[in-house]
Each structure stands twice: as structure tokens, then as C-alpha cells.
């Protein structure tokens, strides 16, 4: 691979797309330049103005620190990004190492932008075009030698921080040295799913999504059932995004759904699925009337502004058959309740073939199509079925890709089902059965493997030694295990402890998994213990169940036995004879945070959201959160010297307001990581191998830590600052009584109670004030009612 740094990028273009990838490529520590066009409405007096001129690219940037979802990691990392115009500013080209256009979906407007390139950039300067559909070799026309060794498509999607798929796009002139290395450093550096696609249109996630799309558009029309409904069946039951389709539709926009579906109907006369392009009538009338989803507050859905029972606005549904908007009828359907009573995706999927309904039959006829398309695609789009199975996971969220799901219903019997619907599928799918092979994916050797059909052998996939899945683990004998933990053995004496109690929630059976799991790696020899999973999220936190119950039968010792036990399993994790470290992605809420802040180090995937939020059922961090918080501050105060005061205010307010870091690097911002000990991991997928490495760098020379008895605490001084904080929040209406009284209970911990004067206290004397803090807390009925009600609602209660 050629050794070759990026470090200035040039984006050509500032529109949403290209303000986002300015924004991703600046939050992984890039010095990046934004060009666009000079405004078409730029007065005379303004041309001499900087900020005028530049207009279009600062209103981008604006934009971009004010979107939702957040662009950027930390809007600090804003100033890493200047802003110019093609006028005044295309010769600093000449500084980049990287230079990506992303203007306007037009071919004879992006080869003019690359003639313009060609004038300005340095020899050997990387160039690529983040075009969604346009074919890369159309752009090659006029182009020098060097310019074409150097030049690919890098394809991100958009929201571009969020989406993980990055597909990289080589012509028959790029260098393969220029391709491995945006594979590598897209994974590495930018932390994407990178994918190694054809120059074919619409290269593969597109094409293929787009078609799964169409075809669930289709069989909606045909089947007569109500889009909310057919939302429903294609959305989590099915291991997909919450918005199903035709939500998905109206965030896409149909403009830009439509326009990629004619792209293939025109560039790929000979699919064998360009029916499934036909532009159904629901489609034209909404394009007609300019009903293109969110952008124009009405696409598939209309929100009125008119209030339901409970407060919600009015969602009106369009009626594909009817072409008119009106209440949901959202249909009954026993495939949707039995999929409700399975958690495991692969049970439902034997379970949807398995169905009658109108609803399992579309999800029936919609998979079987998908298989048929996919297994047709390849070697067209695709030389491997692995890269068409990552760039759906990672492009449009998808759980499983569509050989995954295959191999879950069973090769030999979705052919059958396929072939009976008239469906054709691949030969080589076929050739393969008849060799005696039976999935697309296999283990072998803890290693996950994939069939190749043009070897006709099953090969490793690629990056195993640097990207640990704890499935790869499941054929061997577990380290220790009970029902909401696995300890694996994950090589070179290092253990990984698994949690998979529902959605994570921290219950005894991961308490005491902790503990075990310490005390094994500690009495048997091992390095140390990493503690991650491969799960959407690391954990919710603890399980709120338990402590309502608890509360609600006012079981105190047993209640309070529990809140030790956490308390002591975070201690455990702090002050064991060998190395423990988290990786982390997702939810870090509650007791997550807690151990993450007990931890000798973090490896924390960017997109970790991590938050003490126990204030949000009504109590404070019980599991040595807030004890933790105190002992940080105690640090902070030696080396701040008179800035006592403003500090504890600031971490007073992290806990009392629940506040969430978006973003591992803004968790260094609120104190739950620290740049001392935790680090950044830009790609998820390798966070526990990331964690594995730090362990068995720490076990060289790693000696037992000692408990504490010099933290600094304020006493009557700081809870004095922090009752005023506290009545300052009730009177600007952003805390309730309530608010206040749990903010007066963090206080307590944060300042060591009702002390004289500024002293030196222990971390068991915090940790106690902390147990008998939270005891109280849950004991109050307003506590009560916010934990039932997130138990309920899945959301906060602010009574």
C-alpha cells in the first residue's frame, strides 16, 4: 500500500452533502477547505466583502452547527474548516492532499469543476467525486495520466456522520495502490464501512436498495394494505430502521428517489427486474404535486396541525389507491403479532415464511425478490456477496444484508419458495447447493468465512485480525457464562465479557458477571478483561424493573443491598490486580457511564452517547457515578487552584440536567471520559479489538491502584453555590420541585456532605452518602411515578 498521508482536504461544493462530509472529515481531525459558487444575487457594493462572496458556504456552515442530528462531533470542531468560493479561492487546491467534488448531480458540470482541478492541484494529490449514481469513467474525458492514476468516486451517504458506508469506486485507469489505500484509511481513519464497488450505475447499495424499495412500493399497491401498516412490517420486526419504507421515502425526499429510479430504468436496460422501476401512479401524483416527503412537509405522510387526544399532532397517511390523505388504518395482522413474540431475527424469519396474512405475504414476496436481485447482481455490481451485504447494513441501516437474511431462512428452501413465486435466481446459487454447501457464511477456525462463487470456495473475510465479533466465539466452550453474560476467551490471554440481557440493562446477573469475570482473570493467569459487545447499543443502564419493584414494596434492605452491590462491582472494576477496559458504542447510559468511569480506559466508538441520567427517573447515580464525579473535581481543584466554585458548578449541572454526550469526543467535554486515559475509536466495528490492544499494553507493566483518601470535597461552601445553582434552574422553569430536591441530593455527594469547612475525604465516605442519597430518593413518590413512566412510555417524566 502506497504511504501516503491526508491530512488538508479540498470539498468542492457546500450543499447538505458537502457540508456534511466537511463536517465528518474535520471531526476526524482534518484541516479541510469548502468551496462553492459565488452567490448569483451578489450586490456591487459586496464584491469587495469576503463574507459576502462567500455567502453561500457560511450559510452551509451556519446551517450545519444547527442541524439535528448533530454534523458535528462538538461544534468546536467547526474552526477546522475554511470556508471559500471557486473564484477567489481555488488555488488553495494546491495545499490539499485530498480533493472530493461534491457540486450539483450533473455531468458536464462536474467535468468542468475537474479541468478546473487539474489546473490548480499538486501532482500526486488524491481526487475523487462523491457522485451517487453518475458512472466515474464518464468523468475520466480530458484528463492527464496523473490526474487518472490518482482519481476514484468515494460515495458517503447522507446523513454523512451517521452512515456508515462509504463505497469507493476505482476506474480501469486508477492506481490499486490509490484503492487500498481509501479502503484502509476510510476504515481507519474516517471510520466507515468501506465497500469496493463496480463503476456501475448507482454502484451496489443504491441499486439494490432502491430496487427492495420499489418492489415493497409495488406489493403494498397490489396487496391493498395501508402504509402505516406495511411501515410496521418493514421496519425493526424485520431488523430494519424504525421508518420502515415509506417513511424512509419522505426522508429521502421522492424527488430524489424517482430520479434515481430512472436512472436505472435508462442505464440498465437489461435488468431483469426493470419492471420493478416503473414509476407507479401513487409516485407521479405525488411528484406532480410536489409532495416529496419532509422537505415539503408532505410526502407518504402529512403532519396537520391539529392535535390528537393526547396532545400529538395529527398524522394523516396518503391512500395509494385512492390518492387521498386521511387517518391511518393501520391493519390486524397475525404475522405482526407473532414477529412482536420472537426476539431473535433469524426465528422470525422462519416465522414470516411461515405466515398466510396479507402481510407475511408481501414480506414473503419482497425477500424472495431481494434474493433473486442480489444473487443476479453478482459479478455485475459485485465480485463478492459480502460487499453487497455490507453496503446495505451500513447504507441504509439494515440489520442483516440480503444473503445474511437468506442464509436465515435457508438456502435450498427459499430457492424453492423463489422458483414457485417466479422468481429466477442465479445459477450460482444453485451450482452451489449442488456441491453440498448449504449458507453463504460460515465459521471456521473462530473465523467468520464467506462462499466466493468464482473460486467455489469459502474464504475469510476480510480485516479478521484487526475487527473481533464475538460471534465468532460461539462454537467454543465460554469462560464463564450465566443468562446475562458471556466471558470469551479472545486470544493472547485477554477476556471480553459480553452482555446480552435485554436491551443490555444492567440487572444481578451482569453485577455479578463483573465481579466473576475480575476475579477468574485475576486467580487464573489472565492479562486483563475487556468488557464490550457488538450490540446496537452497550447498555440502557440499569434495569429499572427491578429497583420499582423493590421500591414499590418497600424492600429497603434488600433495595439497598442491590445499590452496594453496584457500587461495589464499579469499585471492583477500579481497583482489580489486572487491567480493565470498556469499549463502548451506542447508549452508555447510567450504570454503563458508571463502569466506563471506573475503567483503567475506554475505547469509545465516535458514535457513543454517554450520560449519567438518572435524573430522569427521579433519582441520582447510585452505582459510584457520583462519588466518581467528586473525585474528578478533587483532581481538577489541585491543578485549577481558585476556580473551585465555577467547576463544581459545571459538573453539578452535567448530573443534575442529565445532560448526554452526542458524541464520544463531547463525553470528554462533561467529564465521563478523560483524555488522560480514554480514547476515540472513529470506526465501531473495531472498538473491542482497539480494547484488546490497550489491555495487553497496559498488563506489561500494570501495577493494582489504591484506594482513595485525599479527595478534596467543599463542604457548606459549595452546597451554599449549588442550593443557589438549583433554585436558579426552578426559576427559570427548566427544574421542577422535584428537580430541585434530587439536585440538592447530588449536591450533598458532590460537596461531602454538611461539613464546616473544606476538608479531605475518603471514596467509601462518598460512596456512602451517595447509597443513602439514592435510597431516599427512590422512596419519594414523584420517583416513583417517573420510573413507572419510563417503564411505561420509554421516555422521562418531569413531574
Given at each position: 500500500m502506497i504511504h501516503r498521508h491526508i491530512r488538508k482536504v479540498a470539498v468542492l461544493g457546500s450543499g447538505l452533502m458537502g457540508t456534511g462530509i466537511a463536517a465528518h472529515l474535520a471531526g476526524c481531525g482534518l484541516e479541510v477547505l469548502m468551496l462553492d459558487i459565488l452567490p448569483p444575487d451578489l450586490k456591487p457594493e459586496e464584491n469587495t466583502k469576503p463574507a459576502a462572496r462567500n455567502r453561500i458556504g457560511l450559510t452551509s456552515l451556519q446551517n450545519a452547527l444547527k442541524a439535528k442530528p448533530a454534523a458535528f462531533f462538538t461544534n468546536q470542531l467547526a474552526s477546522r474548516i475554511t470556508v471559500g468560493n471557486f473564484e477567489d479561492d481555488f488555488s488553495k487546491i494546491h495545499d490539499a492532499d485530498w480533493?472530493?467534488?461534491?457540486?450539483?448531480?450533473?455531468?458536464?458540470?462536474?467535468?468542468?469543476?475537474?479541468?478546473?482541478?487539474?489546473?490548480?492541484?499538486?501532482?500526486?494529490?488524491?481526487?475523487?467525486?462523491?457522485?451517487?449514481?453518475?458512472?466515474?469513467?464518464?468523468?475520466?474525458?480530458?484528463?492527464?495520466?496523473?490526474?487518472?492514476?490518482?482519481?476514484?468516486?468515494?460515495?458517503?451517504?447522507?446523513?454523512?456522520?451517521?452512515?456508515?458506508?462509504?463505497?469507493?469506486?476505482?476506474?480501469?485507469?486508477?492506481?490499486?495502490?490509490?484503492?487500498?489505500?481509501?479502503?484502509?484509511?476510510?476504515?481507519?481513519?474516517?471510520?466507515?464501512?468501506?465497500?469496493?464497488?463496480?463503476?456501475?450505475?448507482?454502484?451496489?447499495?443504491?441499486?439494490?436498495?432502491?430496487?427492495?424499495?420499489?418492489?415493497?412500493?409495488?406489493?403494498?399497491?397490489?396487496?391493498g394494505l395501508d402504509i402505516a401498516t406495511v411501515d410496521t412490517l418493514t421496519g425493526p420486526a424485520i431488523g430494519r430502521p424504525k421508518t420502515g419504507t415509506f417513511r424512509l421515502g419522505d426522508l429521502?425526499?421522492?424527488?430524489?428517489?424517482?430520479?434515481?429510479?430512472?436512472?436505472?430504468?435508462?442505464?440498465?436496460?437489461k435488468d431483469e427486474q426493470i419492471a420493478s422501476f416503473e414509476i407507479p401512479p401513487f409516485l407521479k401524483f405525488m411528484i406532480d404535486n410536489k409532495f416529496l416527503g419532509n422537505k415539503t412537509r408532505k410526502?407518504?405522510?402529512?403532519?396537520?396541525?391539529?392535535?390528537?387526544?393526547?396532545?400529538?399532532?395529527?398524522?394523516?397517511?396518503?391512500?395509494?389507491?385512492?390518492?387521498?390523505?386521511?387517518?391511518?388504518?393501520?391493519?390486524?395482522?397475525?404475522?405482526?403479532?407473532?414477529?412482536?413474540?420472537?426476539?431473535?431475527?433469524?426465528?422470525?424469519?422462519?416465522?414470516?415464511?411461515?405466515?398466510?396474512?396479507?402481510?407475511?405475504?408481501?414480506?414473503?414476496?419482497?425477500?424472495?425478490?431481494?434474493?433473486?436481485?442480489a444473487s443476479n447482481r453478482i459479478p455485475e455490481i459485485s465480485d463478492t456477496l459480502y460487499a453487497i451485504d455490507d453496503a446495505l447494513r451500513a447504507g441504509f441501516a439494515w440489520e442483516k444484508g440480503p444473503f445474511e437474511y437468506w442464509d436465515m431462512v435457508g438456502i435450498a428452501d427459499a430457492v424453492a419458495f423463489a422458483e414457485k413465486r417466479g422468481e429466477e435466481i442465479a445459477p450460482w446459487v444453485k451450482d452451489m447447493l449442488a456441491a453440498g454447501n448449504s449458507s453463504f457464511y460460515k465459521m471456521e477456525n473462530g473465523k467468520r468465512s464467506c462462499y466466493n462463487p468464482a473460486t467455489k470456495q469459502y474464504e475469510a473475510l476480510p480485516g479478521g485480525d484487526t475487527i473481533i465479533i464475538l460471534d465468532a466465539y460461539r462454537d467454543k466452550k465460554p469462560v464463564y457464562q450465566n443468562a446475562e453474560v458471556t466471558l470469551h476467551d479472545i486470544g493472547d490471554g485477554v477476556l471480553c465479557l459480553e452482555f446480552h440481557s435485554k436491551m443490555n440493562a444492567i440487572g444481578e446477573g451482569i453485577l455479578r458477571g463483573l465481579q466473576e469475570s475480575v476475579r477468574i482473570a485475576e486467580e487464573e493467569g489472565w492479562k486483563g478483561l475487556v468488557i464490550?459487545?457488538?450490540?446496537?447499543?452497550?447498555?440502557?443502564?440499569?434495569?429499572?424493573?427491578?429497583?420499582?419493584?423493590?421500591?414499590?414494596?418497600?424492600?429497603?434492605?434488600?433495595?439497598?443491598?442491590?445499590?452496594?452491590?453496584?457500587?461495589?462491582?464499579?469499585?471492583?472494576?477500579?481497583?482489580?490486580?489486572?487491567?480493565?477496559?470498556?469499549?463502548?458504542?451506542?447508549?452508555?447510559?447510567?450504570?454503563?457511564?458508571?463502569?466506563?468511569?471506573?475503567?483503567?480506559?475506554?475505547?469509545?466508538?465516535?458514535?457513543?452517547?454517554?450520560?449519567?441520567?438518572?435524573?430522569?427517573?427521579?433519582?441520582?447515580?447510585?452505582?459510584?457515578?457520583?462519588?466518581?464525579?467528586?473525585?474528578?473535581?478533587?483532581?481538577?481543584?489541585?491543578?485549577?487552584?481558585?476556580?473551585?466554585?465555577?467547576?463544581?458548578?459545571?459538573?453539578f449541572k452535567t448530573i443534575a440536567t442529565a445532560q448526554v454526550a452526542t458524541s464520544a469526543h463531547e463525553a470528554f467535554q462533561f467529564g465521563y471520559l478523560q483524555h488522560k486515559k480514554d480514547t476515540v475509536v472513529p470506526n465501531t466495528a473495531r472498538n473491542i479489538a482497539e480494547a484488546k490492544g490497550k489491555v495487553l499494553e497496559l498488563s506489561e507493566s500494570y501495577v493494582k491502584?489504591?484506594?482513595?483518601?485525599?479527595?478534596?470535597?467543599?463542604?457548606?461552601?459549595?452546597?451554599?453555590?449549588?442550593?443557589?445553582?438549583?433554585?436558579?434552574?426552578?426559576?427559570?422553569?427548566?427544574?421542577?420541585?422535584?428537580?430541585?430536591?434530587?439536585?440538592?441530593?447530588?449536591?450533598?455527594?458532590?460537596?461531602?456532605?454538611?461539613?464546616?469547612?473544606?476538608?479531605?475525604?475518603?471514596?467509601?465516605?462518598?460512596?456512602?452518602?451517595?447509597?443513602?442519597?439514592?435510597?431516599s430518593l427512590a422512596g419519594e413518590s414523584k420517583t416513583l411515578e417517573r420510573i413507572q413512566f419510563m417503564l411505561e412510555n420509554g421516555k422521562p417524566l418531569r413531574n
Open positions: 480533493i472530493i467534488e461534491v457540486v450539483v448531480e450533473r455531468l458536464d458540470i462536474k467535468k468542468q469543476v475537474f479541468e478546473k482541478v487539474e489546473k490548480y492541484r499538486s501532482q500526486g494529490s488524491f481526487i475523487s467525486s462523491n457522485t451517487s449514481g453518475i458512472p466515474i469513467h464518464l468523468m475520466m474525458e480530458g484528463r492527464s495520466e496523473d490526474f487518472l492514476k490518482n482519481f476514484l468516486g468515494t460515495h458517503f451517504f447522507n446523513p454523512a456522520r451517521y452512515m456508515r458506508l462509504l463505497e469507493i469506486i476505482p476506474t480501469s485507469k486508477t492506481d490499486p495502490e490509490v484503492v487500498a489505500f481509501f479502503m484502509h484509511f476510510g476504515d481507519v481513519l474516517l471510520g466507515k464501512q468501506t465497500v469496493l464497488c463496480k463503476d456501475t450505475p448507482a454502484f451496489i447499495a443504491n441499486r439494490v436498495g432502491v430496487y427492495a424499495m420499489a418492489k415493497i412500493f409495488h406489493l403494498t399497491y397490489e396487496l429521502v425526499g421522492m424527488d430524489t428517489a424517482v430520479h434515481v429510479i430512472n436512472g436505472l430504468r435508462e442505464n440498465c436496460p410526502g407518504f405522510y402529512e403532519k396537520t396541525a391539529e392535535k390528537d387526544a393526547k396532545g400529538r399532532p395529527v398524522v394523516l397517511a396518503l391512500n395509494l389507491k385512492t390518492l387521498e390523505y386521511g387517518p391511518s388504518q393501520k391493519e390486524k395482522l397475525p404475522i405482526l403479532d407473532t414477529l412482536k413474540q420472537i426476539d431473535e431475527l433469524p426465528r422470525r424469519m422462519k416465522a414470516i415464511f411461515k405466515g398466510d396474512d396479507k402481510g407475511a405475504e408481501l414480506l414473503q414476496r419482497s425477500f424472495l425478490g431481494l434474493f433473486a436481485y464490550g459487545n457488538n450490540a446496537q447499543n452497550f447498555t440502557v443502564g440499569a434495569n429499572l424493573m427491578m429497583i420499582a419493584m423493590l421500591a414499590y414494596q418497600q424492600e429497603w434492605d434488600e433495595l439497598n443491598m442491590a445499590v452496594s452491590l453496584f457500587q461495589q462491582t464499579s469499585m471492583r472494576l477500579r481497583y482489580s490486580a489486572i487491567p480493565v477496559v470498556m469499549s463502548t458504542q451506542g447508549y452508555v447510559f447510567g450504570g454503563g457511564c458508571e463502569f466506563a468511569m471506573h475503567c483503567d480506559a475506554v475505547m469509545a466508538a465516535s458514535e457513543s452517547y454517554i450520560g449519567l441520567v438518572e435524573v430522569g427517573v427521579g433519582l441520582l447515580p447510585g452505582g459510584a457515578g457520583t462519588k466518581e464525579f467528586t473525585v474528578r473535581l478533587s483532581d481538577e481543584y489541585s491543578k485549577e487552584g481558585d476556580v473551585q466554585i465555577p467547576s463544581l458548578i459545571e459538573r491502584p489504591i484506594q482513595r483518601n485525599d479527595i478534596n470535597v467543599l463542604g457548606r461552601t459549595g452546597l451554599g453555590a449549588l442550593y443557589i445553582a438549583a433554585h436558579s434552574l426552578q426559576l427559570g422553569h427548566y427544574a421542577s420541585e422535584h428537580d430541585v430536591k434530587i439536585a440538592k441530593k447530588i449536591a450533598w455527594v458532590l460537596c461531602g456532605g454538611d461539613l464546616t469547612s473544606p476538608q479531605q475525604v475518603s471514596e467509601q465516605y462518598l460512596i456512602d452518602l451517595e447509597r443513602e442519597a439514592f435510597l
